[in-house]
């Protein structure tokens, strides 16, 4: 099996501004729960998926919204990520209150950072969403019900034979520098 | 988890590869897969290289980012360039977009195809002529209805919404094998239920010796004398990074990596259809989301979601249907945050997310841009705006006529409707077409099929027209949109397609 992306490590300063956002941005649960930290680190492995050119995108966009705020008049010349609670709320509320990309690159960055927070089993069950056990219950219903038929569909796929008519292959393989393993079924 | 025989990954390789073969195929979706099972079924001796992983049945669980960290494309996070954007998905892993769609299988509508015949003079296109290959395709992939015990509670209350209306709906039918209704399908069906390429015409091709080279990045298609003659690329190490080589020769190159990564790949080859339209007439089935509330609770992650499609307006280009949405897409969408997000979540076991898939216009466009790499540009007509925003209105219509007790709409700034006569007075006011919410998933058009070299890029049969040796075989070939979810449009053609090169194997040298 493949292994995943690896986590992308932000740099200081946007961690940073990621952290002030997300206090924002999440559910008040978050901080009380001291849920930060484990946010962020889903937001650097969500990091780690995206196309190098969307990584640096997201990284300039959150050093452009913590300056941003210097122009902000509430700010008073602070950045995002030195504003208190309130300031830095009315920032971000007057940015996703504006219409055109201004407001859906935030919209964008907020919803980013969001599923992360609710990728967080915790807060999954605090909402009442934990699927493993009913995803557990209902495969077993399957079975139960249907359990000849879907041994039988599913070993089809793989009894099949090449056409009889048909015997012609292609070329051969050639050479090969890496070594190829094989294993069972999965 | 063992990896099937036949299959290498980027962690099996541990120098270049060079291969020799018939037929090399780029791409494990419903083209790629389907055409390697065709082909090998012919004794064709087949190599198929996929971009993402291998991942498993076994490994599929409910959680979402993961799953967009492994099976997605950039994470599902592809955004069009235009206004407004289009947030799209790809699927990148063994099995392509059908590993993570919601499985909807329907026969392409014959007035699609009698469309395609007239415009474009695409041969051998008639619904009797398909009829044996939508036939094989449902047969391989168990299309069918739902067993009554998986439908979700979202779904039966789109369905009384519907029927308080005196709206036509019809059931979904899906590629299933007794679905469970884990509404895990965004994720990877965890029970192989859902009968994607993974769990079928992938190992129905490697059961017949074709080979598979999972986390392989093609770069381009090579040439020999205006022929196609291989592909060349490298295992993606994990973390992005360039590995070993991959070289392979092949008689024919079948590019099937959907409608964004072919039109790309190829003209990264430096190829060029005389049409000059490959990359355009992009189409992707708009979408946007309405999120209804109700004071009952719903749980609509119990049972499968699209369980149903409203087709009353089908005429007008709109299909409607429930999509329950997992807690992390939900929140991304929603218009809030803080607190008020945080309330509204609270009341997720309450919802109901819904929505018009809506045909369009073939406005997009597939480049490659140097530094930036491809680029998606999409402009999303004045029509189709106004067809996505009455589809909005109608979906609302149909969930206040279910109970909702309050809908929020994918609109920029739109405050939340407590009823139809407050949707109708907000929506008297025309919708900027800017502040639309939309994404797709369905992404069409970008190689078409055309008898006329100087109107498609590929003829009938998916073969390139003026580059002997090279065939198209996902959604870019189809000359438009579908107007329906177009995966079984797809895998009917690579098998009509497939069954083309074959009658013509001595031409193609396999």
């Known amino acids: 099996m493949t292994a995943g992306p690896t986590i992308t490590p932000l740099s200081a300063r946007v961690r940073r501004v990621t952290r002030r956002f997300a206090e924002v941005v999440c559910p008040p649960g978050m901080r009380a729960h001291h849920r930060t930290d484990r946010v962020l680190a889903e937001f650097e492995l969500m990091l780690g998926a995206l196309a190098p050119t969307a990584r640096k995108a997201l990284g300039m966009a959150f050093v452009a919204l913590d300056q941003g705020a210097r122009l902000y008049p509430r700010s008073r010349g602070r950045r995002f990520t030195r504003l208190d609670d309130q300031a830095a709320e009315a920032y971000i509320r007057a940015l996703l209150t504006r219409r055109g990309l201004v407001a859906r690159v935030v919209q964008r960055l907020k919803g980013f950072v969001v599923m992360c927070y609710y990728e967080l089993p915790t807060v999954q069950r605090e909402i009442g969403y934990d699927p493993a056990p009913y995803i557990a219950a209902v495969s077993r219903r399957r079975l139960e019900s249907y359990g000849p038929e879907i041994r039988a569909g599913e070993a089809a796929v793989t009894s099949v034979k090449v056409r009889p008519d048909q015997s012609r292959r292609g070329g051969e393989q050639m050479s090969k520098g890496g070594e190829q393993l094989g294993g069972g079924g999965e | ?510």
């Open chain 2, 1 to 510: 988890m063992s990896i099937p025989s036949g299959i290498t990954t980027a962690a099996d390789v541990g120098g270049d590869v060079r291969l020799e073969c018939g037929a090399v195929i780029v791409g494990s979706g419903a083209g790629g897969a389907t055409m390697a099972a065709e082909l090998a079924e012919a004794g064709v001796d087949v190599v198929v290289i996929e971009e993402g992983g291998y991942h498993p049945t076994g490994s599929f669980t409910a959680e979402s980012a993961r799953a967009l960290r492994t099976l997605y494309r950039d994470g599902g996070g592809g955004l069009t360039v235009g206004r407004p954007w289009v947030m799209f998905a790809e699927g990148r892993c063994v099995g392509g977009s059908t590993v993570v769609n919601g499985g909807m299988s329907w026969r392409t509508p014959v007035q699609v195809l009698d469309r395609w015949s007239a415009q474009e003079g695409v041969r051998a296109i008639t619904e009797q002529d398909m009829e044996p290959y939508f036939a094989r395709a449902e047969a391989r992939h168990s299309v069918g209805l739902q067993d009554p015990e998986t439908i979700g509670r979202d779904s039966e209350l789109l369905k009384a919404g519907a029927a308080a209306k005196g709206w036509s709906l019809v059931p979904n039918r899906r590629n299933q094998l007794h679905c469970a209704g884990t509404n895990n399908c965004l994720s990877g069906c965890p029970t192989g239920a859902k009968r994607s390429m993974l769990v079928t015409s992938v190992p129905h091709a490697l059961a017949l010796g074709a080979r598979l080279f999972a986390d392989c990045r093609v770069e381009r298609v090579t040439r020999d004398r205006g022929a196609a003659t291989g592909v060349t690329g490298y295992f993606v190490r994990p973390g992005g990074g360039r590995g070993p080589r991959l070289t392979v020769r092949a008689a024919a190159v079948i590019v099937a990596g959907g409608a964004i990564q072919t039109p790309a790949l190829l003209a990264r080859s430096g190829l060029r259809s005389a049409s000059g339209q490959l990359g355009r007439n992009l189409s992707l089935h708009p979408n946007a989301n309405v999120t209804a509330f109700f004071d009952s609770d719903v749980t609509g992650w119990h049972g499968v979601h699209q369980a149903f499609q409203i087709r009353e307006f089908m005429a007008e280009g709109l299909i409607l249907t429930a999509d329950n949405l997992p807690p992390p897409m939900l929140a991304a969408v929603m218009p809030a945050y803080g607190r008020e997000l945080g309330e509204l979540m609270a009341d997720y076991n309450r919802v109901v997310t819904a929505g018009p898939l809506v045909t369009d216009s073939g406005a997009g466009r597939v480049r490659n841009i140097p530094g930036l790499g491809t680029q998606v540009f999409y402009r999303l007509a004045d029509a189709v705006a106004a067809r996505l925003v009455r589809g909005v209105e109608l979906t609302a219509e149909a969930l206040f006529a279910a109970g909702a007790r309050r809908v929020l709409l994918p609109f920029d700034g739109a405050p939340a409707v407590r009823s139809p006569g407050e949707l109708r007075d907000l929506l008297a006011r025309p919708v900027p077409k800017r502040s639309i919410q939309v994404y797709s998933i369905h992404l069409m058009g970008t190689a078409r099929m055309s008898e006329g070299p100087r109107r498609g890029v590929t003829d009938s049969y998916g073969a390139f027209h003026g580059v002997p040796g090279l065939v198209v075989a996902d959604a870019s070939l189809f000359p438009g949109p579908t107007g329906i979810n177009p995966m079984e449009t797809v895998i009917a053609l690579a098998m009509r397609n497939a069954q083309r090169l074959i009658e013509q194997r001595d031409r193609y040298g396999i």
